[in-house]
């Protein structure tokens, strides 16, 4: 078939369970492969590494051809360039992460190994589970609700906004997305003005979260206005729970489809670690990221001009053999993996520490009862999305 | 357990920061400092911090055994 | 062939992380012959970057940044005996303690030390220390530990800065004292040594630039108490760090007949020695600080460069050539690449700043104090330096190993408008300077040992 049919059967729902055979064809058809709708693919592992670490590829929608300033009012911090993009991040950063609160994180091991046996125990035990609904969903839900400080019985709320905020940013080759624009659109809207009357109750009466350290920051200079929390906290919300439910559910579907390396990690659970990081190379929660050039830009020869929109196919670069020994085959004590699972170059995912933790205890904690589990559905459904890509339900027998 | 960073690979991404925060931490944004001898109680720690690097610039093993000779 | 080579008997001399990366890759690549490490301290492998930097500031001891090994090289350790000379016709290392050891091939890896302060009597005084090894650090963070009124650092390159930056971190006064014009000068030139100039002051250090240290002075119980300058002033202090560089560790070759001088042993890129007549050697090597290598990138010029990963890559190289055949031999090409943390700032810098003519700030600003400046010769890309902008930097890599044109093409989006002017390098006659640069180019011979000798003749 023709290479610049590519994106549109990548994003074809039809080939969701299985796009692998789809990034090898993308690999050999070059370092940048055009598709039909004037945008470019590129999956080939050490380009994707140097576009990630090229200053000059916008991760800007307002870099890209004929999209306008307007539609796209407020990006966060994600689909912003430098300086903007470093001043957001590292004023999202500071009440997060290092260096100003390193330990954050790590001191929520006890908390999330509390959660997930909690779920655990609440396991039906007269039907098959669903790994999505009954665990790999609700974990980090209840972790980023008790981090961001957002109640936890909310769900079914922001479930609504979430949704439709990430259909929006789906990609959808050759569909008229007006409509979804325009659900993302409002949901991005009611989101964020229900998440800044979160914030606002926090305004001289902190608690332990994310939001009453954003709102009483005391250095005026240091503080998000209204308009960036907004976005912030609702990137953070959509992003703490959309990316790690994926992670968890692949790791179930890969460990049940993979005895062998499953008892290998019963034998050997100082793998975990590894195993992880090899989870994120080989079923990767996000599989690409778009950008676009701010100059003419050349790679191996090949001129992609300004404002092209260039997809950088991260789980392809992931499964490329010229990184990678023997890249199909999943394996658990992979060492130097250096993988796209969490993007890479400036934009690296945010909440990656925070992935990793309840990834390695979730699965952790599900892996002696998965020696005896067996997939009731040996095809589960997957969600729509291309970009998010994971089963939507994973049926197992406990 | 020894651990040396390769700091011409690292990029700051300080991941080894967040995951074992008593044996790395940020000088600055993005200047890392940790601990090469790392203490019993945070070699897990450490595991997962070595496996999370993005560039995977942290080495960590055992201290030559030069004693024969 | 190959088998051969990967028998027989190897002495690496040094025994630090060239040493220790040399004979870990020499049992990696699958020699199985006997293998000989020598070092001059009493101490395996350790790390030295932590020593001006963790270890000084505090919480680290000096004596735990032993360096985990990949793997156990299941060699024979001699630590504490120095080599003192090398027979290449008997193939022999000369041991300090009268023993010699017999080789088929030989990896110098010596490296460097500290250059001392020149007044030997002066430099003896109690509270005058340099600083390379566990045991300088050890000394030197006991006595910071103890709260001296003030530091005096004599260099303002990377080590005399980042000591300056330890010091200021525990709440120390400290006076630098600076030959050139700013700090890390020599290294970075004109640009980003104002910026450290702006550093030091704003971390409260007492920067003194365009002045010498005349004398040490010691109170009559050979105690260090202050220090005369060249512009008239006296700096009372209790504690003085001598920074001024390096020096490498070639004398005991002075005997061999190997091209080695002030700058180093001169070795071809696949890391075979040459000797004193510019003939490349067969049996013998050379690896990290103590070496200098010719690299197309920078006109074939032979650099010295004392950066740990160049130490990592080149002793790879080195131990890979030692144990095969030439036509699978592999040239040292690695892009020297550097780091260096102080008041706060990480700083990366890949290529070689001082084989440039003009700069340009491609990304970010001084006033932001994140940025990267990128140096060029002669219309072309020759290095970059990033502060507090790491991610960037294999970019900028990928723009020296193509020799791509100078000034850099446009397109960072926090690119500002000084990325349309470049203005003048400004990298200064090293002789000028208090202290060694890190990077140095030494000219195309390989045989420095004659053009040393025959002056004196």
New interface residues.
Partial sequence: MASDTLLARITDYANRPDPYPLYAELRAAGPVVWQADGSALVGGYHHITALLHDPRLSADERSLCGRSASEHKDPSFLRLDDPEHHRLRTLAMRPFGPPHNPGRIDAMRGEIARITGELLDALPTDRPVDIVDDFAYPLPVSVICRLLGVPREDEPLFRGWSDALVAAADVRPGEDTADADRAGREAGSEMRQYLLDLAGRRRGNPADDLLSDFVNEPDPSLRLTDDELGVTATLLLIAGHETTVNLITNGVLTLLREPEQLERLVREPGLLPLAVEELLRYEPPVHMRERAPLVDVEIAGTTIPKGTSVFLVLASGSRDPRAFRDPDRFDPGRTDNEHFGFGGGVHLCYGAPLARIEAETALGALLPRLRTARLADESPPYRQNAMLRGPRHLSVRL | ????V???R??????C?????DVF?????????????VPEDQVQ?V??A???C???AI??????????? | MAGELRDGRIVVVGASLAGLRAAETLREEGFTGSLTVVGDEPYPPYDRPPLSKQVLIGGVPADTTGLPTRRDPDADWRLGVAATGLDLLERRVLLADGESLPYDRVLIATGTRARPWPDAGEAALDGVFTLRTRDDASGLAERLDAGPGRVLVIGAGFTGSEIASACRERGLDVTVAERGPAPLVGALGGTLSQLAAVMHRGHGVDLRCGVTVTALLGDGNERFVGADLSDGTRVEADVCVVALGAVRNVEWLADSGLAAGARGIACDAGCRAFNMYGIVTDDVFVAGDVSRFPHPLFGYQMLSLEHWGNAVAQAEVAAHNMINPGPLQRPHLAVPTFWSTQFGLNIKSVGVPTYSDHVVIAQGSLEARRLAVVYGYRGRVTAAVTVDMAKSLDYYRHLIETAAPFPPPPGAADRAIAADVPIPSDVPDPKGLSHEPVVALTGHLPDRRLMVVQPTR
């Fill in positions: 357990m020894q651990i040396v390769d700091l011409t690292c990029q700051g991404y300080a991941q920061v967040f995951l074992s925060p931490q940020l000088h600055g944004q993005e200047g890392l400092l940790y601990a090469p001898s720690r595991r997962q070595v496996a999370a993005p560039v995977q080495l960590a093993g055992e201290e030559v055994a030069a004693g024969g000779g």
